[in-house]
């Protein structure tokens, strides 16, 4: 992983479902990443919740992608 790559997480699925439940949406509501992305951790498959983590001005800033 590059230094200013932000910070890529494979979500377990008791936590996609609790995130899905928070901001009720689907699966298929969440912006899409490919399989093929550089920056995707290894053993990703599609269908799999990615965590992005970008730093903003000493605040960390999360957001959610979808493999496919």
């Given at each position: 992983m ?6 890529h ?7 996609v ?6 901001f009720?949406?689907?699966?298929l509501?969440l912006p899409?990443?490919k399989f093929?992305?550089p920056?995707l951790?290894?053993?990703c498959?599609e269908?799999d919740?990615i965590?992005?983590e ?12 979808v493999?496919?």
């Amino acid at each position: 992983m590059h230094a200013l790559q932000p910070k890529h997480t494979k979500m377990k699925s008791q936590e996609v479902e609790s995130l899905l439940n928070k901001f009720n949406i689907s699966l298929l509501q969440l912006p899409k990443i490919k399989f093929t992305d550089p920056a995707l951790p290894e053993g990703c498959n599609e269908g799999d919740v990615i965590k992005i983590e970008r730093r903003n001005d000493k605040e960390v800033v999360e957001f959610y992608r979808v493999v496919i």
